[in-house]
């Protein structure tokens, strides 16, 4: 029998949720809305890719640094500040005149969801407890999975009716019932006194990431030859390195390398880059190509989405609770090689183009196997930690997550060839593919299922246990 939640628990995970629905929303949201900014615009591929990396690289950069904000300064100061930031640059994005302010307001924007997505869980778990605190994690999982997933529906329609800037204004009726939700609780922050925050690996990788990931979206313009793409490119590397090697001597790293030590953590952490990676890229392809090589509108491009949405909803919390009947391996396993095949399946795309049999198929088996993997890979990373660091192991899980995602889009020109037409289209599915294969071999060969007994009671276990 499920656990009942109390008012303020309810609460709080309606402030959770929220908080993170939108930051993980406007991550999907923008896809279907290329295109049109593009003709408004310009600028072309690049552009394109940078309205997106903008936003994942501060988002996947500040995330760790946003965990020990969080434990710093306190939840609910930190989720405030980032919902103000947020809306505040949803507004700049909206009213932005040329390319270049749209993309610095994107990088606030990510900036700003970077603080949303682990002070939303940390509330949780130092809310609920046991069984509960499972059951309020699955729910925050599904639900803004669920919001990567329905924004390019969202965002085809407001393109097609409305306009592209008001795709970026959908955030702000959410951040408002957030911020009065937030007055409704009689949570209070407790704040270390001893906590103190790492400022200097915050800045290696967030430069870290920034030149390379730069290098990466230049240098088919460019060349790799070209010193504006060698200087940021080598001096990016550099700093990320530097920035690892800073954690292990740090005081309070944002980055705790001894997580990695425990198998299923490190494992889950693994596939997790090749998954989210893979869903990265499929997402922003099939979004753009169904409008500027198949002909459709935004609003239909965006639907094309919906039936895996669909399926998502209806097997998230089932597939959960097999999850943790049966442990998380075989679903890790399945789900990744099942959209593998979806994948695959975009390749009957041709240039007589049509939805029903040359993409629906795709789109429903990669909607089964995404909803075969997203809970089972959440409860296997955060069961993997003893409770009271779950909320940085959310966090490094979703910079993960993130960082994949915008190493991918930002390889796209050389992905696709240069040009996102039928044969780019056909690459990006084939490479989409090949990610998922190896993420769903990474979780068969490395993810441990837990005891009966743990899977029964749902207690994450500790480390030494998860090490053996």
Known sequence: MAPTMTTQQRLVLAVAVLASFVAFLDGTVVTVALPAIDRELGGGLTTQQWVVDAYLITLGALILLAGSVSDA????????IGLIGFGVASVAIALAPDPVVLIVARAIQGAAGAFLVPSSLALITSTFRDAAQG?????W???TTCAMLAG??????????????LVFLINVLPIAVTLWLLTRLTHRDVRRPDASIDWLGAALCTLGLGGFVFALIEQPNLGWG???????GIAGLAMFVAFLFRQRTATTPI???GLFRVRNFWTGNVATAFVYGALSLNGFVVGVYLQQGAGLSATLAGLASLPGTVLLILLSSRVGALSGRFGPRLFMTAGPLVMAAGALLLLTVRDDFSYWTQVLPGILVFGLGISLTVAPLTSAILGA????????????????????????????????????DLDGFHRAAIVTAALMAV??????????????????????RSASENDR
Request: hydrophobic share 55%; proline share 7%; no cysteine.
């Open 226 to 232: 070209s010193p504006i793409i060698l200087i940021p």
């Open 385 to 420: 930690i003893d409770t009271e660091r779950s909320g940085i192991a959310s966090a490094v899980n979703n910079a993960v997550s993130r960082v994949a995602g915008l190493i991918v889009i930002a390889l796209l020109a050389t992905i696709v060839g240069g040009s996102l």
């Open 255 to 257: 980055l705790p390398l």
């Open 141 to 143: 999982t599904a639900l």
């Open 439 to 460: 993420g769903g071999l990474v979780s068969f060969a490395g993810i441990r299922n837990p005891p009966r007994a743990a899977m029964t009671t749902a207690e994450p």
């Open 73 to 80: 300064f306190g939840r609910i100061l930190v989720l405030r």
């Open 152 to 165: 390019p529906v969202i965002g085809g329609l407001f393109v097609d009716l409305l306009s592209w800037r």
């Open 135 to 139: 059951r309020a994690i699955g729910i």
